[in-house]
Every structure is written in C-alpha cells, then in structure tokens.
C-alpha cells in the first residue's frame, strides 16, 4: 500500500469530514481514534500503542453506496522512517476491521491510515491520531 495513494484519499476526506473523536482501541495506550464521514459513509481510524507494540484497527460506524466493489485498505505507517509497516485489504463490513500490529521502535511517531474504494474509486478515508 503506497502512502501518497492514502494521503491523497484522507486530504479530500479530511478537507470535508473532520469530525469528534470516536472511542479509542480496545489496545489503547497512546493515539486514538479519529471519524471521517462522506457521502453515506462514517468511519473511525485508530491507533495505539502497549509501549512495545502499535496496534491499528479501523471502524466502519455506517455505510454509503457498496456498488459491485467495496474494500477497506489500511496499514500502520512509520511517520519516522517514512514507511509503511503492515497492510492489509478488507472487504467492507460494519463495525471493526481486524486489528493490525507492528513492533514499536522507541521515539518514532506512528499512524494508521485507511481508505475505502468502491468499484475502485476512493470514497472516504482519513489518518489516526498519532502515537509516539
């Protein structure tokens, strides 16, 4: 998963859909979580940290049009070393993706992003808050 193709996605998201906090990850010891909405679709990007790993999940609270296509791509990014650490392609379903983890290296800054694509257009997407 490239980090620009997930950058471009939240900037259109986050430019239109910034809204409150949602709950923090069941792991959560650093991060939390932040709701994008846009067009039908509200979803929640978290991120924590346990201080020897960093866990993200993502929460789809609803969902707009799925048309023949819908898949949720996200992945823990290293913002320190410019890297993204795990991915993962989901299809779309309500309520919580399955949890990705990733060794923490002490002072570096991490962050999950996602997007959902619907017949493989980007539909809403947005970053967590950053755990250091």
């Not at 259109?12 to 859909?17: K, R, S």
């Not at 992003?113 to 997407?125: D, K, P, Q, R, S």
Request: positive net charge; contains cysteine; glycine residues 12%.
């Amino acid at each position: 998963m490239r980090r620009k193709l997930l950058s471009a996605g939240a900037a259109v998201g986050m430019a239109t859909a910034l809204l409150a906090a949602t709950p923090t990850s069941a792991t959560a010891a650093g991060g939390g979580c932040l709701n994008y909405a846009r067009s039908g679709w509200n979803i929640g990007v978290c991120s924590s940290d346990n201080g020897v790993r960093v866990s993200g999940d993502v929460y789809i609270n609803a969902r707009g049009s799925l048309g023949s296509s819908c898949v949720l791509i996200f992945g823990i990014f290293n913002i320190t070393r410019d890297r993204t650490m795990v991915s993962t392609t989901v299809p779309c379903k309500l309520g919580r993706s399955p949890e990705l983890h990733t060794p923490k290296e002490a002072g570096h800054r991490y962050e999950n992003t996602a997007l959902i694509e619907v017949n493989g257009n980007y539909v809403v997407g947005g970053v967590s808050k950053a755990t250091y």
